[in-house]
């Protein structure tokens, strides 16, 4: 259409050409987005099996017996709720003890809605931080539209109000956490200069109660390129500390104590690390290289007393070592022990581990084997575990556990939201193109015809060192499965299935190593005869968006189907766009001419080319994404129209990085998804 061209004066720069497409609010962008918006849903949602799509994942996403799942609180379990009545929720709480005999009787502690309508706010809950151990004190989250920036205010849990003249920070991307009931460690937007090349917050204050925000003593102030700072508390037992994390980028850190004083201290630990938790006296680090002999991914300690003594790390004590073909999903410490929920060749486990003079001892709980576990909360004062797990076609079950008392319950189950008769999964590896085995899961019909004509969907991420792991998808299940497609999941490089030499294999100038893995389970998939081209399409989100685009520009015959997802698509300009910046260390700098050579040859705007036969590609992204820029979709879809292609887009007017805001708009994005695949598989 013509608005594609009529903001720019001087179109011999087509990239250039596009550019008033990342003005978020612009009114002709904006106007671009409804004329879009408005083909696709017509396109979509005048197809007869809409209306029964739409209704079939409502009825899923808001159904009452969900699973309730808590966070563990001294005497009482936290929850967040939302229904059909609640459609922005409500924040609850029952005891532990009511919550083991299914006698719930919740008390509603803030209702968004109620807040919503008082205020006329679009406010979306996004998170609470209660202060600990009697956790009467808490910040809330909450964001406009379910943005990155939000507002954060103090909370009394006794009197079930905001606290008058309490803690409040305004609008921003803020990090903060508890120094102690009248301190906060806080860094957000001060004012001009005060924000990193990333958006995010540079400076790090300690903020007084009763003082202005303003009145705020800086403690760290970091460069205009370093990605973010970071306050943390964490607490065992009586004890309770606080640190700092500086990164330098997504992945070097330096790590600081806040010491008694309220001075820092930094710690002498290796830049590509994090602190996974305290135990006791010790401090665990789950290291991402080699230091003093211990590998990348292994989780070792430290003695906090000994360091605050001493200002040094005089010895390092090993506690688990994945190896290399595992990786460490969750660290959480209970009362008496540490747990650690991990993965060996893409299958999960739990470990318990104990200290005893000074040496950790560690075993393995056979429990739940075959399925995907997940802690979900855990107490430092207590020894309760509130624990998940669940698999492709086992619906999730959520358990009260006290393994030091052998205590196993099960809370609480999802029913099954979808047939699972006939169906099995397998999993199986790819050979990619250097020869690496890539682990993949595909989930089909044991009376599978392999006649390559089943609608095959491959989901993929590979970035970030994010694991993606088999679990119980409902929609996926009822949308997809049960109306005879069939499920890949494709464990490839730059995720963290296979710990940190997985991630970093395909950072960089090796990011083709992750596209080109994608590729090879599609084809090892369409080799076997389960599809063909013309019955498969893949998805993916973020950085599997960017995952969808490099697909369908560099391989356009292996798929018929792309559904892109807040996707990263213009990798000329990404880092600066929003908080692009931050993600160099994952993809490179385009400035810089050594690694633009890399990046031109992936980067999917770049490499658009009209005569392609590429697949009707469906792109979604969200207005208030303020993390990813919808100027990405944005700019290649009104590329592909230049051009000539088909294609749909929609883009939701809020809801963040997510895409949606509220359970209504998340079963109409994926009605449009799933209908758009069979639509085009089928």
Not at 212 to 219: C, F, G, I, V, Y
Not at 238 to 262: A, I, K, N, P, W
Not at 647 to 668: C, L, P, R, S
Request: charged residues 25%; negative net charge.
């Amino acid at each position: 259409m013509d608005s594609v061209n009529r903001p720019a004066e001087n179109n011999t720069n087509q990239e250039e050409a596009l550019l008033w497409l990342e003005e978020i609010e612009g009114e002709q962008a904006l106007n671009w987005v409804m004329q879009q918006n408005d083909t696709t849903l017509k396109a979509l949602t005048s197809d007869p099996r809409y209306q029964e799509y739409e209704q079939e994942a409502l009825e899923i996403l808001t159904a009452s017996d969900r699973i309730t799942y808590g966070t563990l609180r001294g005497d009482f379990v936290y929850n967040f709720w939302r229904d059909k009545e609640h459609v922005r929720g409500i924040w609850r709480r029952t005891s532990l003890k009511k919550f083991r005999s299914k006698q719930r009787d919740w008390e509603t502690l803030l209702d968004i809605d109620q807040l919503a309508k008082d205020e006329n706010e679009n406010w979306i809950y996004k998170g609470v931080d209660c202060l600990a151990p009697d956790y009467d004190r808490c910040i809330i989250e909450l964001a406009p539209g379910g943005t990155d920036t939000a507002v954060y205010r103090e909370f009394d849990i006794p009197s079930r109000s905001f606290v008058k003249e309490g803690f409040e920070v305004p609008l921003a991307k803020t990090n903060l956490c508890w120094e102690n009931q009248d301190q906060l460690l806080i860094a957000t937007d001060w004012g001009e200069g005060s924000l990193n090349t990333s958006g995010y917050a540079r400076i790090l204050k300690r903020w007084k109660r009763g003082a202005p925000l303003s009145a705020a003593e800086t403690l760290l102030e970091t460069g205009m390129e370093e990605t973010f700072i970071y306050p943390v508390d964490l607490h065992h037992g009586d004890r309770q500390v606080c640190f700092v994390l500086r990164g330098h980028d997504f992945y070097h850190f330096s790590f600081y104590l806040v010491l008694e004083t309220g001075d820092l201290k930094q710690l002498p630990l290796p830049e590509k690390a994090s602190i996974s938790g305290l135990f006791q006296s010790q401090v665990l680090v789950e290291l991402k290289e080699e230091w003093r002999g211990f590998k990348p991914g292994a989780l070792v300690s430290f003695s906090l007393t000994d360091f605050q003594q001493t200002g040094k790390i005089n010895q390092v004590l090993p506690l688990f070592d994945p190896g290399q073909t595992g990786t460490i999903s969750q660290v959480r410490c209970a009362k008496d022990a540490v747990y650690i929920t991990g993965i060996e060749h893409v299958s999960s486990q739990i470990r318990k581990c104990t200290i005893k003079e000074n040496k950790w001892q560690g075993q393995v709980i056979p429990w739940g084997v075959n399925d995907v576990i997940s802690i979900n909360s855990s107490d430092s004062n207590s020894n309760h575990l509130l624990i998940s797990r669940d698999g492709f076609l086992q619906p999730s079950t959520l358990y009260y556990v006290d393994f030091s008392k052998g205590v196993e319950e099960p809370i609480q189950s999802t029913p099954a939201r979808f047939d699972t008769s006939g169906l099995k999964v397998e999993k199986n590896f790819a050979i990619s193109k250097d020869g690496t085995d890539v682990p993949y899961f595909i989930v089909y019909r044991e009376d599978i015809k392999l006649d390559h004509t089943t609608p095959v969907l491959q989901y993929g991420y590979g970035g970030f060192e994010i694991s993606i792991l088999p679990h119980y998808s409902p929609l996926l299940g009822k949308l997809w499965l049960e109306k005879g497609g069939a499920y890949v999941l494709a464990n490839i490089r730059g995720g963290g299935e296979y710990g940190p030499r997985w991630h970093d294999s395909a950072l960089l100038e090796n990011r083709q190593r992750a596209f080109d893995d994608f590729y090879a389970v599609a084809e090892a998939v369409q080799s076997r005869g389960f599809s063909s081209p013309r019955h498969y399409g893949a998805m993916g989100r973020s950085n599997g968006g960017l995952l969808m685009g490099v697909a369908f520009t560099q391989r356009p015959e292996l798929f018929n189907a792309i559904v892109c997802g807040v996707p990263l698509l213009d990798m000329r300009r990404f880092n600066k766009l929003l908080a692009g910046a931050s993600w160099m260390a994952e993809y490179g700098n385009p400035d810089l001419p050594e690694q633009w050579a890399y990046l031109q040859k992936y980067s999917p705007l770049q490499n658009l080319k009209e005569g392609q036969a590429y697949p009707k590609v469906y792109f979604f992204t969200s207005t208030k994404d303020d993390r990813v820029h919808p100027g990405h979709a944005r700019k290649m879809a009104a590329r592909m129209e230049q051009m000539g292609y088909d294609f749909y887009y929609y883009e939701n007017i809020e809801g963040g990085h997510k895409g949606t805001a509220n359970q209504k708009q998340e079963a109409m994005l994926k009605s449009l998804e799933y209908l758009y695949l069979i639509q085009q598989l089928t």
